[in-house]
């Protein structure tokens, strides 16, 4: 059977159970089995072996039960970029690009030359802005020594490793400060942010396929802002900016937890769908 008709006839077989599953998902699934890119399998002239298809419906059960199509394959397209991901990281959110973006600009527009990350992940932030930005420098820190592990190859992946240091430990550690060891004159941050009461509520690939420690911002979801912003206000140089990302409707919170501390709000920017995403704030 021909890829094309292949995949259209898993398409209308899925509609009929209401899956969700998406003709790209089946894309890029049968692209992995294939070695190809996604944008070549409907035009590729050849018979499936019953080997290339047994392949096939074994990552498609997998997605079938709710496992993110990029924790199946490994990896995730994010702003310009390639990352590896697996169970270990937050997959990455076309909603967090403007953050990348954002930062990036300020970056160049500013003659930044060295940021600190609070809460890497796969990397998807700190080394897309390692990679727009060669003369950049980094400091990432994060609790998961798993997580680290999948940044690192990205690092390495992205040709920017020489340029990152990474720190596995917590922001809430006493010792925090000393081993950072710096001052910045950009601070930027992901950090957990949905209610603890509120994941169980999470849709399935969520819940079930991203780390908990990377969804769970506490009672009211505002534990991390907190922190982090009171450590900023120490690392931060004079008329140094903090970017976050942000949940639904948190904008004020997050702006009266800064007022705290001396921080102040420049901005707030809007994702791809409209909800306010990325809040700037300056010392």
């Not at 009461?197 to 506490?218: M, Q, S, W, Y």
């Not at 982090?228 to 990302?245: C, Q």
């Amino acid at each position: 059977m021909l890829c094309k008709d292949f995949l259209d006839k898993q398409l209308s077989d899925l509609k009929k159970f209401s899956t969700g599953i998406t003709a790209l998902d089946l894309r890029i699934l049968l692209a992995h089995v294939l070695g190809i890119e996604a944008s070549e399998v409907y035009f590729l002239k050849c018979e499936l072996s019953n080997n290339q298809i047994d392949q096939f419906n074994t990552l498609l059960k997998k997605r079938i039960n709710h496992c993110p199509t990029d924790k199946i394959i490994g990896h995730k397209g994010f702003y310009k970029y390639e990352f590896m991901v697996d169970e270990n990281v937050l997959s990455p959110r076309p909603d967090t690009e403007v953050l990348v973006e954002v930062s990036s600009a300020l970056i160049a527009s500013e003659n930044i030359d060295n940021i600190l990350e609070f809460g890497v992940g796969s990397g998807c932030i700190v080394l897309s802005l390692l990679a727009d930005n060669p003369n950049l420098t980094a400091t990432g820190i994060d609790i998961s020594n798993k997580a680290l592990a999948v940044a690192k190859t990205n690092a390495v992946n992205l040709g920017v490793a020489q340029r990152i240091k990474f720190i596995n430990a917590s922001w809430f550690d006493n010792n925090i400060e000393a081993k950072i060891n710096g001052h910045y004159d950009l601070i930027i941050s992901n950090p957990p942010y949905i209610p603890s009461a509120e994941i169980d509520n999470l849709d399935d690939e969520v819940k079930c396929f991203d780390p908990r420690i990377a969804l769970d911002g506490g009672t009211d979801g505002l534990r991390d802002y907190r922190q982090i912003v009171k450590l900023s206000s120490n690392l931060l140089n004079d008329g140094g900016l903090l970017i976050f990302e942000i949940g639904e409707m948190q904008k004020n919170d997050v702006v009266n937890i800064a007022a705290k501390q001396k921080l102040s709000l420049v901005n707030v920017l809007r994702d791809l769908s409209g909800t306010e995403r990325c809040i700037i704030l300056k010392k």
